[in-house]
């Protein structure tokens, strides 16, 4: 299993910003895909999830500011980041759940003040 991100960069704050992921090799069709991230000096935290489903879930502090979304027949999920904050400024991992997990590289987001 593969994970390829895209979207990261430079954005001041306010602005929006798109992530994207997709997924290639042997994947189940029952599975949870992600976002996580993480900031310098800080460990690795979830921002958001969802489901195979559609089901979706949230960390507090990105709460109606990101919306994250998937296109299960091209395998990739989606995190549309509004409103962006200094503090949301981390490397942003790709996750999948499956029976294990898979990470992708990490995309880099800053956002200046």
């Known amino acids: 299993v593969q994970l390829v991100e895209s979207g990261g960069g430079l954005v001041q704050a306010g602005g929006s910003l798109r992530l994207s992921c997709a997924a290639s090799g042997s994947i189940f069709r029952l599975n949870v895909m992600g976002w996580y991230r993480q900031a310098p000096g800080k460990q690795r935290e979830p921002v958001a999830a969802i489901t195979s489903g559609g089901g979706t879930s949230y960390t507090d502090s990105v709460k109606g500011r990101f919306i994250i979304s998937r296109d299960n027949a091209k395998n990739t999920v989606y995190l549309q980041m509004n409103s962006l904050k200094p503090e949301d400024t981390a490397v942003y991992y790709c996750?999948?759940?499956?029976?294990?997990?898979?990470w992708g590289q990490g995309t880099q987001v800053t956002v200046s003040s």
């Open positions: 996750n999948l759940k499956m029976v294990s997990d898979y």
